[in-house]
């Protein structure tokens, strides 16, 4: 078997890894486990919470940290603490309450490390915890402390989301924005990225002689294909991120995407 102790491959869970119907195909989770088998490490870039994310965390037996919350954390899987943490700063609920006034009946959630909190529900926001398969706390934003906020999330309409993104465009705020899905966007801490947070792994875990690969296929996903040595979208990802990826796969996420990818790092391709 090879030796492929050179390599760090991070992906994306939702549209990359993940089915449409949220699942971890065969194929994937194989090609993982030859990966790792051959001495090449493997983690995961989500925007879930370590909620959400757990079940995945331990069907992929993930060993070595992760980045949640689109790059705002980096957890230590092993220890179950944080390794680097990025939080919005005071503001940010101010902002989220403005757009909430604005377009009424937004879904929308505050993301912390202990839990999910919902603070306005709609269809969207519904189908949203549904998928993630969490048991979120249903409060009040003005009852929310301004502390430990990882990121808040809006669900709605592609349609309304766009509204909601064109409204805050070219706005000078404390925060940064993000598109994760046609129906979801996101603030963020002022300069928080699955590519910051990728830059941020590789000096904490001493990857700087491997060979980085990061695999994605949403607009929150660009930086993080940046940041790495070879950046990779399955053939389901949107325009943007074929564009800023160095190789588009073949296969879809419902396809085994991921396995795809790692048949080219044994055969020598990448």
């Not at 370590?50 to 230590?76: H, K, W």
């Not at 989220?96 to 603070?119: H, P, Q």
Request: aromatic share 8%; proline share 3%; charged share 30%.
């Amino acid at each position: 078997m090879p030796d492929l102790s050179g390599y760090f491959l991070i992906t994306d869970l939702d549209g990359t890894l993940l089915t449409d119907d949220k699942r971890v195909l065969k194929e994937d989770k194989e090609a993982i486990d030859r990966f790792r088998e051959c001495r090449g490490q493997f983690t995961i870039a989500t925007g879930r919470t370590l909620q959400a994310a757990e079940r995945f965390l331990t069907q992929l037996e993930i060993d070595i940290p992760a980045v949640m919350y689109n790059g705002s954390l980096i957890y230590d899987i092993k220890e179950k603490k944080p390794l680097y943490t990025f939080e919005l700063e005071k503001g940010a609920k101010e902002i989220a309450v403005t757009i909430l006034n604005k377009f009424e009946n937004t879904g929308c959630e505050v993301l912390r490390l202990d839990n999910i909190y919902v603070v306005c529900n709609n269809e969207y926001e519904r189908r949203h915890v549904e998928l993630c398969q969490v048991k979120p706390a249903y409060v009040d934003i003005n009852d929310m402390e301004e502390i430990g906020w990882h990121k808040v999330l809006f669900a709605d309409s592609p349609e309304r989301i766009t509204e909601i993104a064109d409204f805050v465009k070219d706005k000078e705020l404390p925060v940064d924005f993000v598109r994760s899905d046609r129906c979801y966007f996101e603030i963020l801490p002022k300069g928080s990225s699955k590519g910051t947070a990728l830059k941020e792994y590789i000096k904490l875990m001493h990857l700087e002689s491997k060979k980085v690969i990061a695999a994605g296929d949403y607009n929150n996903d660009i930086e993080m294909l940046s940041a790495a040595d070879i950046g990779a979208a399955p053939m389901n990802a949107q325009p943007e991120v074929k564009k800023a990826a160095d190789i588009v796969l073949e296969r879809s996420s419902n396809e085994g995407a991921v396995s795809e990818l790692i048949e080219k790092i044994f055969t020598g391709k990448l």
